[in-house]
């Protein structure tokens, strides 16, 4: 006989466990992203059990903190990463955030927006999904919105980005349940995100992009994402070119890839 | 890497190179437009209702006056006066209270039990008039300003004042050739510089970092605070008339804190004329909307985590630092202690100072722990001046139970105004603690830039206060 309690979401949503830092083994690594000051910390701390330090103003987490929880018979493992309004210039804190979500792949990556401010927020999460496939979107402080009069079409934003998209209030702990089970859902495969993509590349870029990023996928095998680390080459920055001159694309994965240093 | 490898990787950037003369010029701008088309295109499609003047708007009626030329610093120096007042006034009791139970109950108490076990006397006093002493005299101390002043700081940063203040300070900071979020990193500094250290790294350009982490030490840490409030109470306060001493001690620490934020500016605009040239670089600053803080949460969360892992912190220094007093002030050589030695040879360059040979003395016995820079220096005190029927022997470090008792052994072993308004100075321009600096060494990872962390605030602090002596002799 198979157990329906199982495959019922109101099941699931009570098992949760905040595991604090106590993980030494996982099945998923989520990454937290997001804009400065949008309550990144907070939905890491309600999801963990964990109190980092949150406070208002940006800028207040500059390392990755790292968590856990269990849900849903899961393992999971968090990480809380700084705060940043866009992936592609060059700051300390951009680069661990930057730097985890290519070369640590987590399996899922939670961008957390805000509200208040979609439209700023969505530029960092349209970046995010050019870097990678597995992504939902945590549309925070719907609380504040909500007193501003802002109200969001969850359904519309979710078609547009091709994602799970999940309307919260970290604070008041509304939706967190629901954000659980899309993390569980897109990290066990359940949930196919389909990402949007930048479309209209002009040909000549888009050829260029082809050419070398097959060139560094027969250099490295397990490269996180070719074709964006081929257009960064494009673009000229100076750490992706020093990192493959300096052979350290094997450090970067290395350092973080939690996953691999589990077993170490 | 081999040489293959290395000719296939040069074979790549070339490609690149030249794939980039093919493509657009600017198709790094085409490609972050199109990203700010698309964001603007589902933000329009997603937003059902937005009523953009929805009524009155608080947040920008709060920014207007809290943000303002005029009322800006004042408003900045109330809030920080006031804070400070809070502090002082109630940390007395319940810092009274912990002395009775701690102190003038257990440590008897802990004493007679090892002489009942039957421990020799220097055991007994090894463990319970250093370590265990040394340990209740931190706790007593520190835990009930820190219990008052993290929570209220908290509530004002989860409210989102912090960004208010590093929009003020902003212009000044840009005189200078610094950063203006240097604001916010300074004011992680009055928690623990070690975490604004870290905190720097919010700073873009190393060469800003690099003035935000050397000017850090100037924002009075946890480890200092106690420090600078008993100091101002028993020297500054008592000269006031009782109802007013808090008002006026609490002055005098706000006066500490500017002095400081005085010395931030000099050294950065110092440092950027010299050794850190350069630019100021811009920077966008959001000013969040005020959240209300969620009261009970944070009262929780700053006494649990900060108040109790920063109590903890000076627990695990202060028992080897008491084990240290105990030792160099038990250990004779000819009939004088270690430490009466030392104190004797600092004694000279320390008056030069304004200050004293056990200032000196208390300083480099608490380099890992600034917290117990008092306690050290009252004992030290009542050893060198011996004064009879106070402290409970040699090397016990002791507490008084009001300030004017501490003031009269202070006295006695010589102390001025002048010692106690250079102790403050002195407490404030002098080198970090190590956990701090090994932090700067973690985060430069240059022994440079750490030794001159580490000595710039000293020499400062000895050229002030000798010239702070100077003018006090001449007057």
Redesign the interface.
Known sequence: MTNNCDTCPIHNTESLRKLGVNMNTYDFVIALAGN??VGKSTVFNNITGL?Q????????T??RAEGGFSFSGKRYKVVDL?GTYSL?SL???EEVARDFILFGRPDVTVVVIDA?R???N??L???VLQITDRVVICVNLID?AK???????QR??SR??GVPVILTAA?QNTGMKDLLNSIHDVATGKYICKP?R?R???N??KK?ID??ST??ES?YNDLPNARWI??R????DRRI?SA??N?EFKKFVNENNIKQNQTL | MNIEKENRIESILKNANNLRWEIDEDFHDSIIEALYQDANRIADKSIIKSDKQPRFNVDRAIDRIVTSRLWGFPIMLLLLSIIFWVTIEGANVPSAFLFSILIDTFHPALKSFGTTVGFPWWLNGFLFDGAYLAMAWVISVMLPPMAIFFPIFTLLEDYGYLPRVAFNMDSLFRKVGAHGKMALTMAMGYGCNAAGIVATRIIDSPRERLIAIITNNFSLCNGRWPTQILIASIFIGTLAPAHFAGIISAAAVVSVVLIGIAFVFIVSFGLSKTILKGETSAFSLELPPYRPPRILRTLYTSLIDRTLIVLWRAVIFAIPAGVVIWLLSNISIADQSIAQYLISFMNPFGLLLGLNGVILLAYIIAIPANEIVIPTVLMLTVLVTGMAGIGSGTGVIFELNSTADTALILQAGGWTILTGINLMLFSLLHNPCSTTLYTIYRETKSVKWTTISAVLPILLGFIVCFFVALIWKLF
């Open positions: 400065p000051n109190r330090h949150t406070g208002n103003w940006p800028g207040k500059v390392v700084p592609l700051t300390t804190d208040t979609l439209e700023r969505l530029n999460a349209l970046q504040e007193r501003k009069g802002i109200v969001i079409d519309t934003l547009e980005l604070r949007f930048i209209n590349e002009p000549k870029l260029a050419k070398l060139q560094l250099e081929a257009m080459l494009l673009e000229g070119i493959l001159k052979d």
